[in-house]
Each structure stands twice: as C-alpha cells, then as structure tokens.
C-alpha cells in the first residue's frame, strides 16, 4: 500500500498556526520595515501639525480686530474658533479633541516605534563597526534625532504647562491666548527655552523630512536634490516663525495691551 509522507515546513520557513498568527499590520509592525512605516507617516502627521501650529500662531502679528462692539485679540478669536470647529456638527469642542486625540497617538506611536528600532538595530549588529569612521557616519543621524527627539518630547511637556494648563505661567488666564505669551516669553530664560527647542526641532524635520522618503520607498536619485531641498524648507520655515515670536516679545513688538481690547485682564506686572 502506498504510503503518504507530509512534508514539514522548509527549516527557516515563517510559519505560524491559525491561532498564533497576528493581524496583519501587527505582523507588519514587528519587522524594522513597519516600524519605519509607522514613523514616516506619524512624522507626517508632526509635521503636519508643527506647520499649521506656526502660521495659525502668526496671527499673533495681526494684533487688536474688532468684531461687532467687541475689540479682541487676533489669536484669541482663533482660539476660540479652534474649539468650534464642525460646530453644529459636533458639539463645542469635540473636533479639537478629535485632532487632540489624533496627535497624541501619533506622537505615542513615533516614540514607541523609534525605540523599538534603537533596539534592533543595536541587538543586529553583534559585530562592531571596525572603524570609528564608520560608526561615526552610520549613527550621526540616528543619534542626533534621538537628542533632538527628546529635547523636543520634553520642551512639549513644559510647553503644555506653559500655555495651555498654565501652572508654569504666572497668572495664567484661560482663554487669553496673546496675554499669555507676552508672559511666558517676556522671561528671557523661557525665551532661551523656546529658541534652544525650536533650534532642536529644525534639526528633527530636517533629518526626518529626509529620511521619511527613505522609510516609504520614495528614493529615487533623481529626486535627492527636490529632498534636500524640502527638508531645508520645511525645517527653515517652522524654525523662523517659532523662533520669531521670543525674540518679538523680548523686543516688545508682541506686548499686551490691556487699554487695546473691550474686556482687558489686567498684567501681573
Ligand atoms: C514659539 C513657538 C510657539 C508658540 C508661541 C506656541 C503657542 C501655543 C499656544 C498659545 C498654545 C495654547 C493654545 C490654546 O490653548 O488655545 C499652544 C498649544 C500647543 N502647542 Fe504650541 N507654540 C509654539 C511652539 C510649539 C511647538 C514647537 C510644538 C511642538 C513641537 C508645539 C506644540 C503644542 C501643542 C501639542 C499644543 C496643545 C494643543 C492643544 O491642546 O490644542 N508648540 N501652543
């Protein structure tokens, strides 16, 4: 009688029983390709985020408009317009939070993803770089985004303490956007804070607007210069509105005036 031999898998084969396999994109997740995914396209959504986060604040140069019988705060009225959005669609507030919620996972996801390839890169490479040259030039980039990363990750921290919870700002008042910053960055070392900060992001978006093309497989030669060329635009333009607006308050050119507007909070100082 003739006898039926079942193969098993070839030895090397990734093969996984219906039960241990993992969705997809968990799949996906586990290997260094995912991985880069995951942080090119939260990278975008940051950076997304970072540009509107800088021309929505260049307002703060419109100065005093006047709306009906009211005189406000240019910024303030986008504040506010900010918490309206979709409104009557959703209720006030819920498509800020909606954004909020959004942002927070991608900010989570690019932390949790760019640990995990610090991880296997270090566990892969069991042999060390045989010189120093090498090493130097292999991890200046993964290393410098890993610094800057961090100052970044911890300027946000102090910056949501700053001006939107406000227990870092003296006498912070809750909806008065402009009078805020005149006193966060009136102090000369917040100032500092703001520019060293913004100065790390630069460098952040121009290695990560780089390296996002990389991650998704858009790296054509031919396209390097119209790359390098993004990356320094990207990285230019947010660094000089940020950093613009420390400086404009040292030099009192953004100054709360408390005379200019229909329902003035007085300044602590
Ligand atoms: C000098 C530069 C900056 C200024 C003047 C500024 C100003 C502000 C202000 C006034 C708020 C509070 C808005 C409100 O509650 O109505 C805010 C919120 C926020 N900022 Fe900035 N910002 C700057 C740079 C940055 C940078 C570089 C980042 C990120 C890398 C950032 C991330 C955030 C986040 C995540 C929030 C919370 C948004 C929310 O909860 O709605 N900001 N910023």
Redesign the pocket.
């Known amino acids: 009688m003739a006898q039926t031999f079942s193969r098993g898998p070839v030895t090397g084969t990734a093969v996984k029983t219906a039960a241990k396999r993992k969705p997809f994109v968990l799949d996906l997740y586990g290997t260094a390709v995912g991985k880069k995914y995951v942080m090119a396209i939260t990278g975008i959504i940051?950076i997304g985020?970072?540009v509107t986060?800088?021309i929505g604040?260049l307002k703060?140069y419109l100065g005093v408009v006047t709306e009906g019988d009211e005189r406000i705060y240019d910024?303030d009225v986008y504040?506010e317009f900010?918490r309206e959005l979709l409104v009557p669609i959703l209720p006030f507030g819920y498509t800020?939070w909606l954004?909020?919620f959004v942002?927070i996972a991608a900010v989570a996801l690019h932390i949790h993803a760019a640990a995990g390839l610090t991880k296997m890169n270090h566990e892969a490479r069991a042999v060390k770089y045989q010189s120093d040259r090498d090493y130097r030039v292999a991890n200046f980039a993964s290393r410098t985004m890993r610094w800057t990363g961090t100052i970044?990750a911890l300027?946000?921290v102090w910056?949501?303490a700053d001006?939107?919870w406000g227990f870092v700002n003296p006498d912070f008042q809750q909806?008065s956007?402009y009078r805020?910053?005149d006193q966060s960055?009136s102090r000369v070392p917040v100032a500092l804070l703001?520019i060293v900060?913004?100065l790390a992001?630069g460098i952040h978006l121009f290695h990560g607007v780089w390296s996002l093309f990389q991650s998704m497989g858009w790296n054509n030669p031919r396209f390097n210069a119209w790359r390098r060329n993004l990356a320094i635009g990207v990285a230019a333009i947010?660094v000089a509105g940020?950093?613009s607006?420390?400086i404009a308050t040292m030099l009192g050119i953004i100054d709360y005036d408390p005379t200019a507007v229909t329902e003035p909070v007085e300044l602590d100082s």
């Open positions: 940051g985020f970072v986060h800088m604040n703060m910024i504040g900010l800020l954004l909020r942002l970044v300027f946000i910056h949501l001006l939107t909806g956007v805020n910053i960055l703001y900060a913004n992001l947010v940020n950093v607006f420390p």
